[in-house]
T-cell receptor, first 112, second 114 residues
Framework: QQKVQQSPESLSVPEGGMASFNCTSSDRNFQYFWWYRQHSGEGPKALMSIFSDGDKKEGRFTAHLNKASLHVSLHIRDSQPSDSALYFCAARATDSNYQLIWGSGTKLIIKP | EAAVTQSPRNKVAVTGGKVTLSCNQTNNHNNMYWYRQDTGHGLRLIHYSYGAGSTEKGDIPDGYKASRPSQENFSLILELATPSQTSVYFC?????????????FGPGTRLTVL
């Protein structure tokens, strides 16, 4: 079965610090990747997408994709208390039926 | 912005009872999805739909049925609820005209089966 392995399970970062998450996929057909963020009591919301090798930066958030190693990462600099949430990576294959394959999530806690 | 709503937001049901969770989207998306979220399992796909009248099985369909009577509405039905179905359920919608389309989620329904 197609899988996306996400790490770490949880992460505690001081306010103003850098938070980093990683995902490794098991299928070279995965071409489209997203990072979703879920605050407590809410549904997940897409944070960033990345479809090409390299870095994609949006404000304090940087995603990195390496299709050769099937690895995608997300980095948050200058972490804020509002960044405390559950973060998921999700992947889609080019020959998929619009399904997303989800990682298991990383719980991020920002310590004031 | 894309809008997906779910009802009810919280539900307590008895074992063996019938439960219907409803979802409405105003995004005019063809695709809709039902997920459940449990600690340690992330999001797991139960059923999905490509449009009105269509339902497809996801990864964990046993014990669940789905109904898509219109473009806007997608329901998840538990005919005989069991305690193992206690979970948080999310509905999502997504466009079908491009492979890079994201999914938009509702706020979730917390279901407790006693």
């Amino acid at each position: 079965q197609q899988k996306v392995q996400q790490s770490p399970e949880s992460l505690s970062v001081p306010e103003g610090g850098m938070a980093s998450f990683n995902c490794t996929s098991s299928d070279r057909n995965f071409q489209y990747f997203w990072w979703y963020r879920q605050h407590s009591g809410e549904g997940p919301k897409a944070l960033m997408s990345i479809f090409s090798d390299g870095d994609k930066k949006e404000g304090r958030f940087t995603a990195h994709l390496n299709k050769a190693s099937l690895h995608v990462s997300l980095h948050i600099r200058d972490s804020q208390p509002s960044d405390s949430a559950l973060y998921f990576c999700a992947a889609r294959a080019t020959d998929s039926n619009y399904q997303l394959i989800w990682g298991s999530g990383t719980k991020l806690i920002i310590k004031p | 912005e894309a809008a997906v709503t779910q009802s009810p937001r919280n539900k307590v049901a008895v074992t063996g009872g019938k439960v219907t969770l409803s979802c409405n989207q105003t995004n005019n998306h063809n695709n809709m999805y039902w997920y459940r979220q449990d600690t340690g399992h992330g999001l797991r796909l139960i059923h999905y739909s490509y449009g009105a009248g269509s339902t497809e099985k996801g990864d964990i369909p046993d014990g669940y049925k789905a109904s898509r009577p219109s473009q806007e509405n997608f329901s998840l039905i538990l005919e005989l609820a069991t305690p193992s179905q206690t979970s948080v359920y999310f509905c999502a919608s997504g466009a079908s005209d491009r492979n890079y389309a994201e999914q938009f989620f509702g706020p979730g329904t917390r279901l407790t089966v006693l």
